[in-house]
């Protein structure tokens, strides 16, 4: 069965896009919401979730935007993406996640990214 890409977009109000980077490309940021640890090294992140380690490679960086990761035990082309945009309007700061997930899972999946950014939400006072 393959996977379904989605996309998420959350609006992190009036979060500079410099701290929200910190969150979602440093190991100490990423471990304040996403895992409950993550080491790098080099391009490969370990992400620890109640002590069991799953592994990502970063696919590609541009450094302030995006960052873009795929599980080292996936086969398939999924990845999973994290982008910061800043409304030039508005001056919200926008963070949008893409992740693949099989059909029926993926309204979990969804629900997962909601509370974990909302995690994040709250870390950052937004």
């Not at 890409?5 to 304040?32: C, D, H, R, V």
């Not at 992740?99 to 937004?126: H, M, N, Y």
């Amino acid at each position: 069965m393959s996977k379904n890409k989605y996309t998420l977009e959350f609006n992190m109000k009036g979060t500079p896009a410099s701290l929200l980077w910190m969150y979602i490309a440093t190991p100490n940021g990423l471990n304040q919401w996403f895992a409950d640890e993550v080491e790098q090294k080099g391009k490969q992140f370990i992400f620890f979730w109640d002590n069991y380690p799953t592994e990502a490679l970063q696919m590609s960086l541009r450094s302030g935007e995006r960052i873009k990761f795929r599980w080292i035990d996936d086969d398939d082309k999924s990845y999973f993406e994290f982008k910061i945009t800043v409304s030039e309007m508005t001056g919200s700061t926008l963070l949008t996640v893409t992740d693949f997930a099989e059909p029926d899972e993926e309204e979990g999946s969804k629900a997962l990214w909601i509370k974990q950014v909302k995690t994040l939400k709250r870390k950052l006072g937004c």
